[in-house]
């Protein structure tokens, strides 16, 4: 049978490989070779044929004119982004040596890695690049921007990053969508709790800092002050005990610390939580009351929580409540934070973590690499960016830019544009899109795993991960099998993983067949977790041996002393953090940065509707448009987007976030930052 690469014309299946937890079946209409139309796959069992605007465009973005073709050399200044052509020949000659110098001088520590997930697919995002790297004995990379706080907070209470199936919150009574804004960021979320409504008539609830898209699809939205989740989950414990909601069998059965709990939220009372939260006593009886009394309850615990100093905890907190209620043991009960292990696959014979020599070789977290780029010592003398975008998506932004402009850094990107983090490279190669690629793909939110077979011939003379990182093996004499293989044997060895049984089933071959298979699950109750007492933890005897609370506890976050308001930098409805925010047809959809602020700061500041302000921090300083109204609490500000694409980098909102790090795991705090605003 033909490829479908060879095949000028029909309709193929795909998947769409951006970092969203939806992960969309995909149907690819080729003509003459080229993609002329993507649509959402009808038969996939959850996104069902529906996908969201920015990928319904996204073979423009595939055949855009900015698109790299080759690989390029820089000629100007470092983020000027003057470049000329040159061979793949020559890029590659050029990184081997630079590399083998910087070695012989330096040792291969000083080279860092930095990827992230621009592609999803596990062999280009943490594949052949894990094996290079470790060969190499380059710096290991913390992966730990996006959800690492809070899935080590979910952990601590329920071991691992299990949730409920999500075709099951179709039977869900009351809907909680606390810090995820999912009509932007998990649209088949959306559909399924219309559809509880509409059947069931669930009524939803939405706890956010900012009444966005998702606050107004709510019957009932809440507005909190950011970082302060973990105490309004308290408060509603604290009341759940008082008023006897809680459902002491399931407690009993399942969870180790109920009675400590009860006692430790006697100090949460309504009185004290309404100070913190800024959630009226009034409101915060109602909602304890509603999830207390309706059944099943289901929390969709989003990002937004977890992006502060005490996001680990937020989330950790909030993923009691379900076990207080008995929610677990009910079809569409329970919570989802993240579904990944689920699906998990064998990632040491993947990335062939055999493959590192020096076990203790430096790891370096990602959300300080402003840091690690200026002062880390023996320093970074080169640094390979791929699949991701520091120069916009990373916190602190003047700082990672002031370390992108040394001149002694040899810097190269890997990427399907000159994003801004390649206009500081000193080598840039063109990257293959997801569809002219093989992989294979797993939803951190539905069950599903799907493959990509290649749809289309590479763009120009770009190339994916995989194989740039085998001709980089190659040009260093790397001689192991491990860059030889091919992706459908990579595929097979990592899903070859009998420590995972709810991967039966699912292998190469069936993918292949199938396209996408579900992962074999059963409810959690009756069931083991993967916790130190097999229960879900109220009281962690781990966090306790790591001096963390052991029980849930509300941690105030840091005043970082810079101005009296609270910055969110959220991501918006076009964007997918930055990918998207070079196309002009994107941006004119989100129109143009805006900052959200609330009615009586704006009267007090001086400050009209639309005009523009200076928002500024020790860090540096943006200037975006102001709305003011109703949409944020007094003392918070709101901006979403991470723009880029104009040579305005007054836009960019990271050189305002802070660079610190969360109480676990190393996540970052974007959310946790503090500004000033003035008329601009
Ligand atoms: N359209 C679109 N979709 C995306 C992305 C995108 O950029 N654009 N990004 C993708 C990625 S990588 C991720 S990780 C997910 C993230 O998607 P989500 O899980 O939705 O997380 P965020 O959008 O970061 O934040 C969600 C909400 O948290 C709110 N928030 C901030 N601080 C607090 C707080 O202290 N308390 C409460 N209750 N709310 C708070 C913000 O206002 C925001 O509305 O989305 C993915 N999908
Ligand atoms: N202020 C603020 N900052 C944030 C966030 C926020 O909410 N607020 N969100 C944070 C979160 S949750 C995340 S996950 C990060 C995401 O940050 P990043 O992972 O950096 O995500 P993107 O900005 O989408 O950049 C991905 C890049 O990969 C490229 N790419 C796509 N496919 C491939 C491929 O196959 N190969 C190669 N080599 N390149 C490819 C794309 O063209 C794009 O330039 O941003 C974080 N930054
Ligand atoms: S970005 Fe999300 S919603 Fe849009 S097509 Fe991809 S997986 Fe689906
Ligand atoms: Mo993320």
Not at 85 to 102: G, P, Q
Not at 310 to 321: E, P, Q, S
Request: contains cysteine; glycine residues 8%.
């Amino acid at each position: 049978m033909q490829s479908y690469i060879q095949q000028q014309n029909g309709i193929f299946p795909s998947v769409c490989s951006l970092d969203c937890p939806d992960q969309c079946g995909l149907l690819l209409h080729k003509r003459d070779g080229k993609i002329v139309k993507i649509e959402g796959d009808p038969n996939h069992p959850v996104t069902k044929g529906m996908i969201c605007n920015k990928v319904r465009n996204f073979h423009k973005r595939i055949y855009d004119e900015k698109r790299l073709e080759y690989p390029l050399k820089r000629i100007g200044k470092k983020g000027e982004g003057n470049f000329t052509r040159i061979s793949w020949e020559e890029a590659l000659d050029t990184i081997a040596s630079r590399w083998k110098k910087i070695i012989d001088v330096d040792g291969p520590e000083s080279i860092l890695p930095y990827s992230f997930y621009g592609n999803m697919g596990y062999l280009n995002a943490e594949g052949m690049d894990r094996r290079f790297f470790h060969r190499l004995g380059a710096s290991r990379l913390e992966r730990t921007i996006c959800s690492v706080a809070g899935l080590i907070g979910y952990n601590y209470t329920m071991g691992g990053s299990f949730g409920i199936d999500p075709e099951d919150t179709i039977h869900s009574k009351l809907i909680i969508f606390w810090g995820i804004n999912a009509v932007s960021t998990n649209m088949h979320q959306i559909a399924l709790a219309q559809q509880a409504r509409k059947e069931n008539n669930a009524k939803i609830v939405v706890i956010d800092v900012h009444r966005n898209q998702t606050a107004k699809f709510a019957d009932w939205f809440i507005p909190i002050m950011p970082g302060t989740d973990s105490a309004l989950a308290l408060g509603i414990m604290h009341i759940l005990f008082a008023e006897n909601l809680t459902d002491d069998e399931f407690l009993q059965q399942y969870t180790v610390g109920h009675n400590e709990l009860k006692e430790h939220v006697k100090q949460y009372d309504p009185k004290t939580v309404a100070k913190i939260t800024g959630v009226s006593v009034t409101d915060l009886y109602k909602l304890a009351r509603l999830y207390g009394t309706v059944s099943p309850s289901y929390i969709r615990i989003g990002n937004g929580i977890q992006h502060h100093d005490n996001g680990g905890m937020n989330v950790r907190t909030i993923a009691c409540l379900p076990a207080l209620t008995g929610q677990w043991i009910k079809k569409g009960g329970g919570a989802i934070k993240g579904n990944s292990d689920y699906l998990a696959h064998n990632a040491k014979v993947l990335q062939r973590h055999d493959l590192l020599r020096n076990k203790r070789t430096r790891k370096i977290n990602m959300n300080a690499i402003g840091e690690a780029l200026n002062f880390i010592d023996p320093p970074i003398r080169s640094m390979f960016v791929y699949s991701s975008n520091p120069a916009v998506v990373a916190p602190n932004g003047s700082l990672v830019r002031r370390g992108l402009e040394r001149e002694d850094l040899f810097t190269i990107v890997h990427d399907l544009f000159l994003t801004e983090t390649a206009k500081y490279a000193d080598i840039v190669l063109p990257a293959a899109s997801s569809f002219e690629n093989t992989d294979f793909y797993a939803s951190y939110w539905h069950h599903y795993m799907q493959i990509q077979q290649p749809v289309i011939e590479h763009y120009g003379e770009s190339k994916s991960n995989v194989e740039v990182f085998k001709l980089l093996a190659e040009k260093l004499g790397f001689e192991e099998e491990a860059f030889q293989e091919t992706e459908a044997e990579m595929i097979a060895a990592a899903l070859d993983y009998p420590g995972n049984p709810y991967l039966k089933g699912i292998s190469y071959d069936e993918l292949v067949q199938k396209q996408y298979i579900k992962a074999e699950v059963k409810p959690l109750f009756p069931g083991r977790l993967k916790t130190q007492s097999g229960k879900i933890e109220l009281f962690s005897k781990k966090m306790e041996k790591l001096k963390l609370p052991p029980l849930p506890t509300y941690i105030p976050l840091v005043n970082d002393g810079d101005g009296p308001f609270q910055f969110v930098a959220a991501p918006n409805h076009h964007f997918l953090n930055s990918t998207f925010a070079n196309n002009q047809m994107h941006q004119s959809y989100e129109k143009e940065p805006i900052l959200h602020m609330n009615q009586k700061d704006a009267v007090q500041k001086g400050i009209e509707d639309g005009s523009m302000v200076r928002v500024w921090n020790h860090r540096g300083e943006c200037r975006l448009k102001a709305a003011i109204g109703e949409n944020v609490l007094q003392g918070v500000v709101v901006t979403q987007g991470l723009w880029e694409g104009t040579d305005d980098r007054n836009r960019l909102v990271n050189t305002l976030t802070p660079d610190r790090l969360a109480d676990m795991g190393g996540g970052a705090v974007f959310f946790s930052g503090k500004v000033d605003v003035e008329k601009d």
